[in-house]
């Protein structure tokens, strides 16, 4: 099946710091989708892309549809402590859009 | 907008009791409603697959007499943990995506321990 490979898998920075982290695959996709978890909470939808090259931001927040369409990259600007928890790149496939996740990214914020 | 509701939040029940979860899309129509469950650290796991008025697609492994799914409306979807037992704790979410979209929406999950 598909496989998507995220990295870092984890990550301590320093409050105000910029972050980056990736997907890749050996598949093509249409769409790309980044979410965050928080402890105890479900998935939140940060960014959705839906074509090769595109560039979009949600405030501090900014991912991009990589051109080769087997990759994304998702960057977060001028960290903050509520910005905590655990992203995961996704992406959906087949009839129903069943999404297969990367394994995600932990962050860790230090005020 | 695009917000999913579960309920309950948290359940604690005996073992051999079955419990009921419900999961419902509050401003949009979901075609289709999935159920994960979620180990501690690890990444959501696909239960099922519903679209509403079918049949739930369950994926290997997944025992569907143990998990029912029923996905009777639009906009509510149930899953149905019988006859529970102290494994099946652990944490379920819910997610629904309307008709002509790919992303998905999750509800806030539900924590299941059984005793």
């Known amino acids: 099946g598909q496989q998507l490979n995220q990295s870092p898998q984890s990550m301590f920075i320093q409050e105000g710091e910029d972050v980056s982290m990736n997907c890749t695959s050996s598949s093509i996709f249409n769409t790309w989708l980044w979410y965050k978890q928080d402890p105890g909470e479900g998935p939140v939808l940060l960014i959705a892309l839906y074509k090769a090259g595109e560039l979009t931001s949600n405030g501090r927040l900014t991912a991009q549809f990589g051109i080769t369409r087997k990759d994304s990259f998702l960057n977060i600007s001028a960290s903050i402590p509520s910005d905590v928890g655990i992203y995961f790149c996704a992406v959906p496939g087949g009839s129903n859009y069943k999404l297969t996740f990367g394994k995600g990214t932990l962050l860790t914020v230090n005020p | 907008g695009a917000v999913v509701s579960q309920h309950p939040s948290w359940v604690i029940c005996k073992s051999g009791t079955s419990v009921k979860i419900e999961c419902r899309s509050l401003d949009f129509q979901a075609t289709t409603m999935f159920w994960y469950r979620q180990f501690p650290k690890q990444s959501l796991m696909l239960m099922a697959t519903?679209?509403?008025?079918?049949?739930?697609?369950?994926e290997q492994g997944v025992e569907k007499d143990k998990f029912l799914i029923n996905h009777a409306s639009l906009t509510l979807s149930t899953l149905t943990v019988t006859s529970a037992h102290p494994e099946d704790s652990s944490f379920y979410i819910c997610?629904?995506?309307?008709?002509?979209?790919?992303?998905?929406?999750f509800g806030p999950g539900t924590r299941l321990t059984v005793t």
């Open positions: 519903s679209n509403e008025g079918s049949k739930a697609t369950y």
């Open positions: 997610s629904a995506r309307a008709s002509g979209r790919a992303e998905q929406y």
